[in-house]
T-cell receptor, first 114, second 116 residues
Framework: DSGVTQTPKHLITATGQRVTLRCSPRSGDLSVYWYQQSLDQGLQFLIQYYNGEERAKGNILERFSAQQFPDLHSELNLSSLELGDSALYFC?????????????FGNGTRLTVT | DQQVKQNSPSLSVQEGRISILNCDYTNSMFDYFLWYKKYPAEGPTFLISISSIKDKNEDGRFTVFLNKSAKHLSLHIVPSQPGDSAVYFCAATALQNAGNNRKLIWGLGTSLAVNP
């Protein structure tokens, strides 16, 4: 158990809809990262927050947004969903704000857009 | 452009033998490398890392070798056990310009099967 909790585990929704994925980091970790894993794309970094502030942005679409709340949990909002957004979405956390400290991953949210 | 490449999608090894997983990278600015292991229905788990100032790092049955001139690293598992069967991801990072920021670049993974 990594200590990182992601909810829900599975999500099935229709194109055009909006969903929110939630992540609770490991106790004591200040950094939260969001990754997307599609079938043939490996792990794609989306965005990182450190202690409530955006730290780094990766290949995150404009239709996607995220935030980290004062209690350090994070939410990833995906809107105007398309079929191609179907993927596994992982949240990870680390103590520091840099990625040299190992990331601890949750078990992911599997999003299926129909 | 895949900056971190794991050219073998899968590998099958007999229990007790050595497993060698390979990873190539193209960005000479990468200075820190990590291996993660992933079981089905779980998130990746950190396994071992190596800084570019070293050429070898060992942790129990796991050893990572780094060849900077060839831009190549490998993960050795000796002896391999059935519980090692998982997908192994190689990841690399380079210090970004501003704010001591780093970004991990991931390979696509190699699926290791250790047969009893």
């Amino acid at each position: 158990d990594s200590g990182v909790t992601q909810t829900p585990k599975h999500l099935i929704t229709a194109t055009g809809q909006r969903v929110t994925l939630r992540c609770s980091p490991r106790s004591g970790d200040l950094s939260v990262y969001w990754y997307q894993q599609s079938l043939d794309q490996g792990l794609q970094f989306l965005i990182q927050y450190y202690n409530g502030e955006e730290r780094a942005k990766g290949n995150i679409l404009e239709r996607f947004s995220a935030q980290q709340f004062p209690d350090l949990h994070s939410e990833l909002n995906l809107s105007s969903l398309e079929l191609g957004d179907s993927a596994l979405y992982f949240c990870a956390s680390s103590v520091e704000g840099t990625e040299n400290s190992p990331l601890h991953f949750g078990n992911g949210t599997r999003l299926t857009v129909t | 452009d895949q900056q971190v490449k794991q050219n073998s999608p899968s590998l099958s090894v007999q229990e007790g033998r050595i497993s060698i997983l390979n990873c190539d990278y193209t960005n000479s600015m990468f200075d820190y490398f990590l291996w993660y292991k992933k079981y089905p229905a779980e998130g990746p788990t950190f396994l071992i890392s190596i800084s570019s100032i070293k050429d070898k790092n060992e942790d129990g049955r796991f050893t990572v070798f780094l060849n900077k001139s060839a831009k190549h690293l490998s993960l050795h598992i000796v002896p391999s056990q059935p519980g090692d069967s998982a997908v192994y991801f190689c990841a690399a990072t380079a210090l970004q310009n501003a704010g001591n920021n780093r970004k991990l670049i991931w390979g696509l993974g190699t699926s290791l099967a250790v047969n009893p």
